[in-house]
């Protein structure tokens, strides 16, 4: 299993000279198993240059994408996705499924006037739409297995986890941690009170919670999880639904995982910067039997 990542950020694309090694697109992971099918977390403007590369193989492919949730940074670089305008191409959206609207809707909304000169008329490809109810799973291939768990975020977002040959990999953005308050459809205005008790009823939803991610990453031999924030910054803003290493590495030593890579970096935060925080992160979590390094942009990870 090899995992590449070609988009990592955050929020919103920055590219430049103080972004360039830790890489300035947004969220979008490719899974390798080595054979079809293509499996792509998020779509995310890392998706182009990935595009680009798999229709300059020029032969049909399978192509499963697997949408965090829908706000921007994790769906703005479709438009620009190559495959989708190749005829041959099965291409296969997933997302959790929602009351208030459909993946299908949603897809089609970021290609069309007057956002795009293009539409889903101009698709070429077979595409098709996927909605996940809570914790659902699916076979994609023989031995090719994902899993997935709900979020604590704004619109609410989906972990995936995909098992093949032995290895396993989790994709785990946007997400709170599961302390203090559920977030769900609607966005919070106003940070709340961390020193606030915690309704038992919502506390028992969010055990629950953690539970299901717990058991999602079980020995799981790399974890991607959303480190956007350092404690401070959580502090300040508990509402936005992100995480801090803390978080993760909590969660990761819960589920036995060997691996965590550090994911979905603050837009403001500079390469010089990101360097002081993973040297902090490594130091303050080294005795955690835990194997902990940074997504960048252009990096594999080669599992097994």
């Not at 506390?203 to 956007?228: E, F, H, N």
């Amino acid at each position: 299993m090899r995992v590449q990542f070609w988009g990592v950020r955050g929020s919103i694309p920055v590219p430049g000279p103080l972004t360039q090694r830790y890489g300035g697109n947004t969220s979008c992971i490719q899974v390798d198993v080595g054979a079809s099918p293509v499996i792509i977390f998020d779509s995310g403007t890392g998706i182009r240059k990935l595009g680009q590369q798999l229709a300059a193989l020029g032969a049909p492919q399978e192509i499963h994408i697997f949408i965090s949730h829908a706000h921007w940074d994790h769906i703005q670089g479709l438009p620009f996705f190559d495959p989708l305008y190749q005829a041959g191409n099965r291409i296969t959206f997933y997302s959790r499924k929602r009351d208030e609207f459909c993946l299908r809707d949603i897809i089609h909304k970021v290609i069309e006037d007057p956002y795009f000169p293009l539409s889903h008329e101009d698709w070429k490809a077979d595409v098709n739409f996927v909605e996940l109810e809570d914790g659902a799973g699916a076979g994609l291939a023989p031995g090719l297995v994902m899993s997935s768990s709900r979020l604590n975020h704004p619109l609410i977002a989906n972990a995936y986890r995909i098992d093949h040959g032995g290895r396993s990999v989790v994709y785990v953005t946007d997400t709170a941690p599961f302390d203090h308050m559920i977030l769900d459809r609607d966005f919070i205005a106003k940070a709340p009170d961390l020193s606030a008790p915690v309704a038992p009823e919502v506390t028992d939803q969010l055990v629950q919670m953690k539970d299901q991610l717990v058991q999602l990453c079980s020995g799981a031999d790399v974890v991607i999880y959303d480190t956007m924030f350092t404690d401070e910054e959580y502090g300040r803003n508990p509402h936005w639904g992100h995480s801090a290493a803390t978080h993760a590495v909590d969660i990761c030593t819960l589920a036995g995982a060997r691996h965590l890579v550090i994911f979905h970096h603050a837009p403001e935060r500079t390469d010089d910067q990101m360097d002081r925080l993973m040297e902090e992160i490594v130091a303050r979590f080294g005795d955690a039997n835990l194997t902990i390094s940074p997504a960048i942009e252009g990096r594999v990870i080669e599992i097994g």
